[in-house]
């Protein structure tokens, strides 16, 4: 990890490369031809320029060694520039995820400091055109070349699709069937048989480049395969995801943060029906404050699991990882949509960007597994802990909140732990009634799951700030104060959602007959959480407040 000092410079240093590189005019003119601004994508992954890329390399090889904490911050920021050009970037730190994780010390040594030395551009070569969610399907071969008895290289054949730096990139990690199974290769351009095609005309993210592969019969040394052991792939690409989410993660937050952050000063200034639309609370709480709390819960959630990777916590935390993915991208979507609204026609026009933005952060809930992937990955683990436990789980976590309640009464805990308590009801009846045998009830499950859980841990940062135990480097842009109110409005929503949408989906699938409905609504704690969203007006008005700068910050908050 670094110092929160360097992260502080490194942060510095990105925004104002963006202002002065990549002002507005300047994205815009990219966007509309389609362009990859390549020498910029350099200039940022140089190690005697901006060296993002430095981040994430461990320093015996040259790196600053960057922990999961400093690569969401820098993803956040870049993200907030302009997602096409954060993708450019990602894609290195993808394409060697491969090596960090499966490498040999040898293999790590040579890519990870040439990373670090030369600023190599990687590429993620994993989906083909038949194999996208499902990577099991994949056709990409390598064919293991024997001399004297032994593997010298591997001849790989095959197709890859949606490759980001595809076109640009020095080298390329590769999946490939080998006779063991998947497994990871470095194939550097130019080599004989490998060729890309023209960038795809894509919806957003027009400034990153991305392309197709093809391989054909396209030679490399034994030593390109990584770890040396064939039939690792899928394992290795796993081992990864909990960490390599959290950073799309990011890009949601980056993207409906910088979407909302054009979107709160234009309502400050557009006069309608005789005052700025600031000023209205229909406009505030519907398109900014909602999107607020939404974005907010889904950072807390990756600012707990960064923080937990970082700190060696065991197993991958891929469910974890999933449910930031999920909520960050899910949330910076609806908060860059709210945002054309609140800027109404003037929103709809290139000029303004939020409709760039709009279309940009609509791939984060398509790469690295979709949304629907990452509910079905989430509900599946979970499930695990709901029958271990033999429905007792999320009654444990909510009795954990009820506790947390008990010290901070403001923090939304209370509301957090009905959410979860419903939830565990839910999961039961589900499992009862043998509800997950529809794939769409174990899917909204895992939506269930990631708003319970995201309200439960806002609550938990919430308690955390008011009592100045967060960690340093975590986003302070709201107060405790404020940060309070945000858990409330948001603990609101998921206790509600979770019971009234589990209640459906139970109902929907057959799992009660009437008569039994009015048993379960009791036992999923609707009464009560329907009582605890008194108070959501006021809250919702204290953060348009707070957003419009209508209050004045607490000390702690300018500290
Ligand atoms: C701009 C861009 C950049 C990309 N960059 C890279 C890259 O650098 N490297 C790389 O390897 N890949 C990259 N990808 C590929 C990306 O990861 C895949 O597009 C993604 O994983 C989805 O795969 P797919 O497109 O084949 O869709 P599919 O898997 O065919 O999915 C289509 C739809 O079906 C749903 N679905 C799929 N399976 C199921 C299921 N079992 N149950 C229910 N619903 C399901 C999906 O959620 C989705 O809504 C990129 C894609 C894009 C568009």
């Known amino acids: 990890m670094i110092a929160a000092k360097t992260l502080k410079l490194s942060l510095k240093s990105l925004k104002d490369f963006a202002k002065k590189r990549l002002p507005d005019e300047v994205l815009r003119e990219l966007d509309d031809k389609d362009e990859c601004p390549q020498e910029i994508v350099r200039h940022m992954c140089s190690p005697d320029k901006l060296g993002i890329q430095l981040l994430f ?155 197709a592969l093809a391989l054909d019969n396209v030679y490399v040394d034994a030593d390109r395969l990584l770890g040396g052991v064939e039939g690792q792939g899928l394992n290795q690409a796993q081992a990864v995801f909990g960490y390599t989410r959290l950073m799309v993660a990011a890009f949601g937050l980056g993207g409906g943060w910088a979407a909302l952050d054009r979107a709160i000063p234009y309502s400050t200034k557009r006069i309608q029906a005789g005052a700025p639309l600031s000023e209205k609370q229909g406009y505030t709480h519907k398109l900014i404050v909602s999107n607020v709390a939404r974005l907010e819960a889904a950072r807390s959630y990756i600012e707990e699991t960064a923080e937990r990777i970082d700190a060696g916590v065991e197993g991958s935390l891929n469910t974890e990882g999933a449910i930031a993915k999920y909520m960050a991208t899910e949330a910076g979507n609806a908060a860059a949509e709210a945002s054309i609204q ?34 079905m990955t989430i509900s599946r683990d979970r499930w695990q802990s709901h029958l271990k436990t033999r429905g007792q789980h999320y009654h444990e976590r909510a009795r954990e909140f009820e506790a947390l309640h008990a010290r901070h ?7 957090a732990a009905l959410a979860l308590h419903a939830l565990a009801e839910v999961m039961e009846k589900a499992r009862v009634a043998r509800l997950t045998r529809h794939q769409h009830i174990l899917l909204r499950l895992g939506e269930l799951i990631a708003y319970a859980e995201c309200a439960g841990s806002l609550s938990r940062r919430a308690a955390l700030l008011a009592e100045g135990k967060l960690n340093e480097k975590a986003n302070r842009r709201f107060d405790a104060t404020a940060l309070a109110a945000i858990s409330r409005v948001f603990a609101r929503d998921a206790a509600l959602k979770v019971a009234e949408e589990g209640l459906r989906w139970v109902t929907g699938a057959g799992g009660i007959n009437e008569a039994e409905i009015a048993g379960f609504e009791t036992s999923l704690g609707l009464p009560a959480i329907h009582r605890a969203q008194a108070g959501l007006i006021s809250d919702m008005d204290y953060i348009a407040d707070v957003l419009y700068g209508r209050v004045a910050k607490s000390v702690e908050a300018a500290a």
């Open 57 to 211: 390399i461990p320093e015996e090889f040259g790196g600053m060694g960057g922990g999961t904490f400093d690569v969401y911050c820098i993803c956040e920021e870049m993200a907030r520039i302009d997602l096409g050009v954060a993708t450019a970037v990602l894609a290195t730190f993808l394409g060697s995820d491969p090596i960090t994780v499966g490498a040999t010390p040898e293999q790590k040594k040579l890519w990870l400091t040439r990373i670090a030395e030369e600023g190599m551009l990687f590429a993620y070569g994993a989906t083909e055109p038949e194999a996208g969610s499902d990577l099991g399907a994949l056709r990409t071969t390598a064919e293991p070349v024997i001399e004297n008895g032994l593997t010298a290289g591997y001849r790989i054949t095959g197709n890859k699709q949606w490759i980001s730096n595809g076109g640009i990139a020095d080298a390329y990690t590769i999946l490939a069937s080998t006779p063991s199974g998947p497994s990871w290769f470095v194939v550097e351009k130019g080599a004989k048989g490998f060729t890309h095609d023209e960038p795809e005309d894509k919806h957003g993210i027009r400034l990153s480049n991305t392309a």
């Open 342 to 375: 609140a800027l109404g026609g003037y929103g709809y026009t290139h000029e303004y960007m939020v409709e760039k933005i709009s279309r940009d952060v609509r791939i984060t809930t398509i790469y690295e597994g979709t949304s629907e992937i990452m509910e």
């Open 409 to 415: 009464t403001n923090v939304g805990a209370c509301t």
